[in-house]
């Protein structure tokens, strides 16, 4: 919620002109029905708004305000939903040994938990999957649908696939509406407020890692997770897409992301890549890392690798 | 423009090509019962049949799964020290050991020690050795003088809460990767306070091979999205 | 002037109100068909997007396959027929305003494809350049957004002003109407390319990551566009009373043939650029073509597409068949339903399956899309009727004796 001098990195001109274009009597509307809704954002004028970026600091944290009333309402329990800025020479990035990972899926359902994501329509940010030990890694021989008694199997290695936060986003480019950009600190995210639902990104991401919410998301009120930040795990609307966002309401106050703690075999790592003493770092240098897809040059902050 | 209202269809120009006209119409009328029953054939066949027994049916939520903890609280000292303390790193729990049979000495102080390599009847019958080579025995690890204490092979005696340094004698890039934290367990802080896990808390020490566990369900397959599609679509 | 304008406005209305039962039994049946899309749309709106069979693993399906095909109808349909306003070939330039009149209608079904699509109907503002937030110039959605509505603004300016001097009985401006219909060429190749530049700028999905598709989908829509005109051209000619010359048919017959032979060429060497290097990518033109792991539900009408282009392309090959009404009109249906095939379902489907982590999600459509296609196609019939009521009569008077008698007679000769 605080003044961020960093963040919106959005041409001006182009906000004054739609200021004067909106201002007109649709604000005026805006103001009836927000009366007549008698709370501060009626439905005209969230409909209206500018994109989050756009706004300005006071504006912002009004609306952080008004969702947080409009959460804590309907699951009946204190939600709060920040804006945390981007820590400065931080930029996050992701290592997960392959060697190590059992494929028991708590990382799925963990993140689940943490990110609140819809339980049914299910939406699941990580997919893992199963592959051949003979065939190495073949995406198109892949099973994400595996459920034997016991992991790991013998005969099977796995794979867990998330948004891999690359440095050259395919889905960012392809946003018609710049719903989604890549923040200072690496981490690739949606205003779920101002996507369209066009799902370009969905075509253009070639790790599947964006997600669609084809109807109203369902969370019972109990197991919504309450700390929420505005760019990534506050509750999302039907008809947008979504994403992983390396926890960003953790990450940005220092905590490792959820999939990373719950992790029972720690093959999941998580630190500052401009950080020398990070894990990362050390990581990248005593290790052999690989990314997935690298051909496409998307550049993903999200290293494979084999500890041993 | 009162004279161009009706359409003048009948008869009057154009008429040479009467024929391909009625061929045409028979052609439309055909094209048409045709796409129509291609949409039919196609839409009855639903999207991706999957068998039964694949899995991927049902939707489950963390909520379902009680015994795991998503919700892991961090250790106190971590939680203190947050990000103000980059260079905290703190155990997690103490060792399992501890909470068996700790300590030892209650009592191995007054049974005299044998050396003998034999199957354990009496106690510690549970203990399987599967770790290395068979000859492998207690006393590689377990000081006989004083079982409250671990030995190295220097003969340093060291405590429960330090074993990593007796694993690291034989696994030594595992555990560099370990004090690095690529190898196990860490939550708390990635810029500050941290805690770790023992060797023995994943692996027991006995048999260190990873025990297999049940893996949670696999997600629910596109063709299942939603359970409750049907009751709202009611065009289906 | 806005005495002019009213007169217009009100003359266009009674025309259109007016017409045999024939006529209202045709407005009635598209009725029909908008009531039933626009049901469906109602229910998808209040459901979700759910009520489609389209999943994160195939996230575009048939919405955005007729999409894709129309754009190839709108372009096509002006493209074929301007270069007879400027080369002044008088069979086509009379029918030339059909064209345009398709094109219209064309383009609003693509808009509505597009807005049926979108998760968030309520903020499709966001994409108008300054109010919204256009994502110019990276995004080529956005680029598509721009060049569609530019072209629809494009062939309405044209279509009011040629009816609206041909309704006042004055020739059209052609120092007006030239210049817009040199620009709508261009314009026409742009929202075609722009298109197929959405596809083939996704180096996630092989399928479409090919520099050809943008040929292949000009190549496919010169075949498919002009395949509507002709029966459209048919229809009209035996229901209203309209001239169409036969001249006029068969050229732009021979330029479809030439167009059907370009297109099954580049096509051709797709396939085999995709079958001799046997990369990964295969996977998807093989899930066309032979299906995988028993995942084949687009095969029978991959290679359906495929035998209506070609029977199609014989039967135009041959100035017999291309001549005589009845093979035309086969062909014309037959290279219809190939690249309807082609450049809708089996464009974007096998593009999105298996996904992009290798999973076969085999996608047909709901009812509920089909519904909501069947109401947006039946707007664009009922837009390009209306229109063509219109417009008919309107062109018949000013061609009637007397206003251009002159010039019609000197070109006829």
Known sequence: ?308 | ?236 | MLKNTIDFVTGSARLALRGNRWYFAWIGLLGVLILWGATAWWQQITNGLIVTNMRDQVSWAFYIGNFTFLVGVAAAAVMLVIPAYIYDWKPIKEIAIFGELLAVSAIVMCMLFVLVDVGRPDRVWHLMPFVGSLNLPSSLLGWDVLVLNLYLVLNLVIVVHLLYTAYHRRPYRRGFVVPLLLLSIPAAVGIHTVTAFVYAGTAARPFWNAAILAPRFLASAFCSGPAILLILFQILRKTTSIKIKDEAIWKIAELMAYAMFLNLFLFGAEIFKEYYSDTHHLIHTQYLYSGIHGHDALVPYAWGSLACSVIAFLLFLFPATRRNFVTLNLGCLLIYTGVYIEKGMALVIPGMTPDTLGEFYEYVPTLSEVGVGAGIFATGFLIFTVLCKIAIPIIQESQSPGVEATQEDALRS
């Open chain 1, 1 to 308: 919620m605080s003044d961020d001098p960093k963040r919106p990195r959005t041409g001006e001109g182009e906000l004054d002109r739609r200021s004067l274009l909106i201002s007109g009597g649709l604000t005026t509307m805006a103001a009836v029905s927000a009366a007549a809704a008698g709370s501060s954002t009626g439905f005209v004028e969230r409909l209206l708004r500018k994109r989050f970026v756009e706004l300005s600091p006071e504006r912002k944290a009004e609306i952080l305000a008004d969702l947080e009333r409009e959460y804590s309402e309907q699951y009946d329990r204190d939600v709060t939903v920040t804006d945390t800025p981007p820590l400065d020479g931080v930029e996050f990035g992701y290592g997960l040994d392959i060697a190590r990972c059992i494929g028991c899926r708590r990382c799925v359902y963990g993140c689940v938990h943490e990110n609140n994501q819809s339980r049914d329509p299910q939406i699941h940010w990580i997919r893992v999957l199963r592959m051949e030990k003979e065939q190495g890694i073949e995406l198109t021989e892949s099973n994400a649908y595996y459920e034997p008694e016991e992991v790991p199997e013998a005969d099977a290695f796995y794979l867990p696939v998330a948004c891999q936060q690359c440095r050259k986003p395919a889905c960012v480019k392809v946003c018609p509406v710049k719903a989604t950009w890549q923040e200072p600190d690496g981490i690739v995210v949606i205003d779920s407020d101002w996507c369209i639902g066009c799902r370009c990104c969905m075509s253009a991401c070639p790790y599947g890692a964006r997600h669609f919410n084809w109807r109203d998301p369902s969370i019972a009120s109990e197991a919504l997770n309450p700390d929420t930040h505005y760019l990534g795990n506050r509750p999302r609307p039907r008809g947008v897409v979504e994403k992983c966002t390396f926890c960003i309401q953790r990450t940005r106050e220092g905590r490792y992301p959820a999939c990373v703690e719950i992790c029972p075999v720690g093959a999941r790592k998580f630190g500052n890549l401009l950080d020398e003493d990070s894990e990362m770092r050390y990581l990248l240098r005593e290790k052999r890392v690989f990314v997935l897809k690298e051909e496409l040059n998307t550049r993903p902050r999200f290293y494979y690798f084999y500890a041993t």
């Open chain 2, 1 to 236: 423009m009162d004279r161009l209202d009706t359409p003048n269809d009948d008869g009057s120009e154009s008429r040479k090509l009467l024929p391909g006209s009625s061929s045409l119409a028979l052609l439309l009328i055909v094209f048409l019962a045709l796409s129509l029953l291609t949409l039919l054939t196609i839409m009855k066949g639903g999207a991706g049949q999957v068998a039964d027994d694949a899995g991927g049916t049902q939707a489950f939520s963390p909520a379902d799964f009680p015994d795991i903890e998503f919700d892991r609280e961090l250790l106190p000292e971590v939680a203190a020290a947050g990000t103000s303390d980059p260079e905290g790193i703190f155990r997690v729990r103490q060792p399992l050991a501890y909470e068996d049979y700790f300590p030892c000495t209650d009592c191995h102080a007054d049974m005299e020690v044998n050396r003998e390599r034999r199957e354990l009847e009496e106690m510690h019958d549970d203990i399987v050795l599967d770790h290395g080579p068979k000859e492998r025995w207690c006393f590689d690890c377990h000081n006989p003088d004083d079982r409250d204490s671990l030995r190295l092979a220097n003969g340093t005696l060291i405590g429960f809460d330090e074993s990593y340094r007796l694993c690291g004698q034989c696994h030594g890039t595992i555990y560099r990767d370990w004090r690095q934290g690529i190898h196990g367990r860490r939550e708390g802080y990635w810029n500050g306070a941290k805690s770790y896990l023992l060797c023995a808390h994943c692996h027991n020490p006995h048999a260190p091979r990873f025990q297999p566990i049940k893996p949670l369900p696999p997600p629910v397959r596109p063709q299942f999205l939603s359970v409750s599609k049907e009751a709202e679509a009611h065009d289906e």
